[in-house]
């Protein structure tokens, strides 16, 4: 008998709201977005938050938050050039970044899982502490730009296919690895992910070091966009990551609500309003920041009401149990109890 599926109101909201902010300004711009100058810049601008998005659905799936990416991209990018250029090969700037990013998410997750602070106020602490470290840092040894042999690196023939390669991956980590079922598990009940013997802090220190070394890769592709550092690296780039975030659908306490194609609508969403409200004659920051904070609260209020609805109508199973993470867990654990009897 073949098993019924169903499609799910509260997946289908996430196409509805881009499909309307696309097609909104696509009217309104007179065909402007549609010019493939445009649609590559849009591609372009958001790179940086898709990626850094990616690493942090991790986290936001299991009902926890990690508001230090901006901060840490800052960190690992001054970093990663500096030593580059202190060690005289520019390249190791690479693996210089992206050890800072997953160092910096690592205590994180030690922190979160081991010593049981609250998510949301460690990353707030870790954001204003190390912002001042990056200034510091910044101050000491001021603004570094990259050679002009790098330059190459900021071409789509090169940037556009690590992008994809990047996001396949990450694609493949959350929803078709322990990692990812896990953390959606700990989102839907982290008592009952316990208790079916998931290991909670393990993968909650998985969580924020993954997504802490997709705050190195973004400061990668953040110094090549722009050529080097800045002092503004990384300012309010936790927000813009956690707006992409919600702004694509995903619920706050994570669980079955969490997917990567929601970061991939949510961030461009986001791209599509700033560029299409410049593209209309409204470029002041102030204008996009309130449209992006009501189409959020819009957004996550109509997936709300679309969660409670597959619930009424049988589309999803009672609260706790929903995501299929947990239901994958326990068949996992009681295969092994039979295998130990």
């Known amino acids: 008998m073949r098993k019924r599926v169903f499609i799910r109101w509260q997946d289908i909201v996430p196409f509805i709201a881009f499909a309307a902010i696309f097609i909104f300004f696509s009217v309104t711009s007179g065909g402007k977005m549609l010019s493939a100058f445009n649609l590559k810049m849009l591609l372009d601008q958001s790179m940086v938050v898709v990626l850094m998005g990616c690493g942090m659905l991790f986290v936001v799936a299991q009902g926890s938050i990690d508001l230090s990416v901006g901060v840490n991209l800052a960190l690992s990018g001054v970093f990663g050039v500096w030593f580059g250029f202190a060690t005289g ?3 190791l700037m690479i693996p210089a970044a992206l050890v800072c990013g997953l160092a910096v998410g690592l205590l994180n997750g030690f922190l979160v899982s081991k010593l049981k602070v609250p998510s949301f106020m460690l990353t707030i602490a870790m954001l204003i502490g190390v912002r001042g470290i990056v200034n510091y840092i910044q ?16 071409q789509p023939p090169v940037k556009i296919p690590l992008f994809i390669v990047i996001v396949v991956i990450m694609v493949y980590l959350f929803e078709f690895t322990k990692i990812g079922r896990y953390s959606r598990a700990i989102g839907e009940n982290e008592t009952a992910a316990e208790y079916v013997g998931i290991p909670v802090s393990k993968i909650k220190i998985i969580a924020f070091a993954l997504s802490g070394l997709m705050a190195g890769v ?10 080097g550092t800045s002092q503004t690296m990384g300012v309010f780039m936790e927000m813009k990551v956690a707006m992409a975030v919600f702004l694509g659908g995903v619920l706050v306490t994570g ?3 969490a997917k990567i194609y929601k970061v991939l609508l949510g961030s461009f969403s986001i791209t599509i309003i700033v560029n299409g409200l410049a593209l209309i004659g409204h470029p002041e920051s102030q204008i996009s920041e309130s449209v992006e904070g009501i189409l959020l609260l819009l957004i996550l209020l109509a997936t709300i009401f679309a969660t409670r609805r597959d619930r009424q109508s ?14 994958f867990a326990e068949q996992k654990n009681r295969k092994a109890d039979g295998k130990s009897v």
């Open 314 to 327: 049988g589309r999803m199973l009672p609260e706790g149990k929903n995501s299929g993470s947990l239901e």
């Open 89 to 91: 090969v520019i390249w």
């Open 255 to 257: 669980g079955a609500s």
């Open 218 to 227: 973004g400061a990668f592709f953040a110094v090549i966009g722009v050529g």
């Open 139 to 154: 101050q000491y040894i001021g603004t570094q730009m990259l050679p002009t042999s790098l330059a190459f690196l900021n």
